[in-house]
């Protein structure tokens, strides 16, 4: 429920308290105070001659109410802090109920306006009990610390889960779990010592527990003990059972530890669908064999059986079929094979989405599509055209010639060389094709007579073909650009010389 003040936008921005979704006022059961209720009769008037109801509901920490009587008809609305009686001193709470729906909730939890738990509220906090009672609430945290503290250094078995201070800071309530009887005394009294206050000890459950810390449920909601249920009901795996779902204790229990109370909820539901249902230990006795039950399907009124013993293969039966063949074993019938019953039964086609206004299907987006652009791109990288290939190997090879001293030959040998044309390299270039992979062989240089143009040529053969040395690599003739002049053999001076 909203308080009456909050009403959304266009944008879903709350028009009232203005606080962005989450209202802060005080009245609002998704606010920062728990179990709130929403006072639906404040804009009615009162019959005439009939007085206010003069009993109010305060709310204390995490969510703990209790009835208080305004005797001295203070002028006290939803929202206000008081001061009312505590024990002893005084507490400082916020009024959350007034009105006539204070009678619904002192009737449902069964207590009357002449109870001895209906205190009296003394008057309206003033600025100084609310700081008081600010910095009893700033050290409740630094005393359950501590308290835990002494808990391990005296040993006992039980675990401290919050700690309160009373609004005027002469008193703090101490909330434990324990498992068994836990004896102390002693522990009071180190507590009463070290905090130079009065100590009451409180045992809680693990629901109340985890009532008062609050968080977030499997269903992504806020847990329902700490919004709107305020009795705990006792949850049992027989819940569990009947509404067919698997006993896990990881599914089935909540923060608390316990089973999920919302377990609860759906149970009677179950109960009225199971009535018309035939027990589940019934076995039914056909002409192939007795058939016993595997499971069913509440809602849509299927069950499964199977052979004793064929056990690997499941027929569906409806409803009415299995009351049929038990009809029939009640007289004595063995009824047909449960192949022939599971033939009868109809199953009913799911309505897949239709595209009945031109849009897309609805899992479009589930497969991961790859692009046919990555997919040219390989297989061009993989696959080169051969014309291509065979060109890239031509040319590279004589880009990277050094350039050499030609043997003096005779002029009748250079008129053949001059006239032979292209048909050389395309004689070349269909070898080439043929084999694109392999890499162009280095041309052998020619080795010239007694010749001048030649002997530098005949000095730089000598030093290649000088024998190998173990452990080092022969150095091989690099053909970059710029190590031509360091290629130049060491003794080219001398040579000329």
Not at 223 to 233: A, E, G, H, I, K
């Amino acid at each position: 429920m909203a308080c009456g003040s909050c009403g959304t936008t266009e944008n879903g921005v709350p028009k009232g308290c203005k606080s962005n979704g989450n209202c802060g006022s005080g009245t609002c059961g998704s606010g920062s105070n728990k179990l709130a209720v929403f006072d639906w009769l404040s804009n009615m008037t009162l019959p005439t001659g009939q007085e206010r109801f003069n009993i109010f509901e305060v709310r204390f920490k995490n969510g703990r109410k209790h009835f208080y009587k305004n005797v001295d008809n203070l002028p006290i609305t939803m929202g206000d802090i008081v001061a009312v009686e505590g024990n002893p001193g005084h507490d400082i709470g916020t009024v959350s109920l007034a009105g006539e729906l204070v009678k619904v909730q002192m009737k449902k939890r069964k207590i009357t306006a002449d109870h001895e738990d209906v205190k009296k509220i003394y008057r309206k906090a003033s600025q100084r009990d609310i700081d008081i009672w600010q910095q009893a609430r700033g050290k409740e945290e630094e005393t359950q610390r501590r308290g835990r503290e002494i808990l391990g250094r005296l040993g006992l078995q039980m675990k401290l889960s919050d700690v309160e201070y009373q609004g005027d800071g002469n008193k703090a309530t101490f909330y434990y779990t324990a498992d068994a009887r836990v004896d102390f005394r002693q522990l009071i009294r180190d507590l009463a010592s070290a905090f130079s206050i009065r100590v009451e000890m409180k045992q809680v459950g693990a629901r109340q527990e985890a009532a008062r810390l609050g968080g977030v449920g499997s269903c992504g909601r806020e847990l329902c003990c700490s919004t709107w249920l305020t009795d705990f009901r006792k949850v049992t795996t027989s819940a569990a059972r009947y509404q067919q779902l698997s006993l896990n204790p990881l599914k089935l229990a909540g923060q608390c530890g316990k089973l999920k109370c919302c377990l609860n909820f759906e149970l009677d539901t179950y109960l009225d669908a199971l009535k018309a249902f035939p027990k589940q230990d019934v076995v039914l006795k056909t002409e192939k064999g007795d058939a016993v039950f595997v499971k069913m399907d509440i809602f849509k009124g299927h069950l499964w059986y199977t052979y004793k013993e064929e056990r690997f293969k499941w027929f569906r039966l409806t409803l009415d079929q299995v009351l049929e063949i038990i009809d029939l074993n009640k007289n004595n019938e063995k009824s047909a094979t449960l192949e022939e019953y599971e033939s009868d039964v109809e199953i009913p086609v799911k309505v897949d989405f239709e595209d009945a206004v031109g849009q897309d299907s609805l899992t479009r987006f589930d497969a991961p599509k790859t692009s046919k652009r990555r997919r040219n791109n390989r297989n061009k990288k993989k696959k080169k055209p051969v014309a291509d290939a065979a060109s890239t190997t031509q040319q590279k090879p004589n880009a990277r010639k050094k350039p050499q001293a030609k043997p003096a030959a005779k002029k009748g040998n250079r008129q053949p060389q001059k006239n032979k044309p292209q048909q050389q390299g395309q004689a070349q270039g269909q070898q080439k094709q043929n084999k694109p992979k392999q890499k162009p062989k280095p041309r052998q240089k020619p080795v010239a007579k007694n010749t001048d143009a030649t002997k530098p040529i005949a000095k730089a053969n000598a030093n290649t073909n000088k024998p190998k040395v173990e452990g080092k690599r022969p150095n091989k003739p690099r053909r970059n650009n710029r190590n031509r002049k360091n290629n130049t053999p060491k003794n080219g001076n001398d040579s000329e010389k």
